[in-house]
């Protein structure tokens, strides 16, 4: 069983910036693609940012390009979102996945997600 577990969210102020983290359970996390999506109240679970499993090649949500950064630490198995230039609009839950199949902006490409956590961006 894999447990993924988000942590560093928290309430910012618009402009500002946090760095979520991921940390994943088990031995295979460098096998894995990893992504990040985030749910808003009322509104469906939203690609964010994914990365391949050495981390060489990352992807981004159009909303997030150029103000997030997704990495990965292998030998800690570790996952990270530095989200800069927040928006009121970034304000959902945030959760981490592995990658199973198919396209990395789909819910479906992903097996295994965390918690979540909230991130909240005041205007």
């Known amino acids: 069983q894999v447990q993924l577990v988000e942590s560093g969210g928290g309430l910012v102020q618009a402009g500002g910036s946090l760095r979520l983290s991921c940390a994943a359970s088990?031995?295979?996390?460098?096998?894995?693609?990893m992504g990040w999506f985030r749910q808003a109240p009322g509104k469906e679970r939203e690609f964010v940012a994914a990365i391949n499993r050495s981390g060489v090649s990352t992807y981004y949500g159009d909303s997030v390009k150029g103000r997030f950064t997704i990495s990965r630490d292998n030998a800690k198995n570790t996952v990270y979102l530095q989200m800069n230039s927040l928006k009121p609009e970034d304000t959902a839950v945030y959760y981490c996945?592995?990658?199973?199949?198919?396209?990395?902006?789909?819910?479906?490409?992903?097996?295994?997600w965390g918690q979540g956590t909230q991130v909240t961006v005041s205007s």
């Open positions: 088990g031995r295979t996390f460098s096998t894995y693609v």
């Open positions: 996945a592995r990658g199973l199949a198919g396209a990395y902006y789909y819910t479906r490409s992903y097996d295994y």
